[in-house]
């Protein structure tokens, strides 16, 4: 599966961004998709989940503002980020699996497939 990641960019605190990831190569019905922020100097951090289902979840420092979608049609993996704070300053990474997403979390599986990563950049 090729991952492409694209929309990051900076802006201001308290400003939005649209991040895509658009996949490829891949045929499975289930699977989950997700979203990964690393900043410099920190961990990777797990940022929201969408099911092929479409269940969704999403980290607690970012709920009530993120919200993860996709497009099957498209094949393409979106992260709307609103109300944007300079914490949130990362690179951002989609990643898939082909299990649901309550079995990686369950059986701590790891993803198989990662896309390179945008920046995302938010200055106070």
């Known amino acids: 599966v090729q991952l492409v990641e694209s929309g990051g960019g900076s802006v201001q605190s308290g400003g939005s961004l649209r991040l895509s990831c658009v996949a490829s190569?891949?045929?499975?019905?289930?699977?989950?998709l997700a979203w990964f922020r690393q900043a410099p100097g920190k961990e990777r951090e797990g940022v929201t989940t969408?099911?092929?289902?479409?269940?969704?979840n999403y980290a607690d420092s970012v709920k009530g503002r993120f919200t993860i979608s996709q497009d099957n049609a498209e094949n393409t993996l979106y992260l709307q980020m609103n109300s944007l704070k300079p914490e949130d300053t990362a690179k951002y990474y989609c990643?898939?699996?082909?299990?649901?997403?309550?079995?990686?979390?369950?059986?701590?599986?790891?993803?198989?497939?990662w896309g390179q990563g945008t920046q995302v950049t938010v200055s106070s």
């Open positions: 990643a898939f699996v082909p299990v649901p997403c309550r079995v990686v979390t369950t059986h701590l599986i790891e993803y198989s497939d």
């Open positions: 190569g891949y045929t499975y019905s289930t699977y989950c």
């Open positions: 969408i099911d092929s289902d479409g269940s969704t």
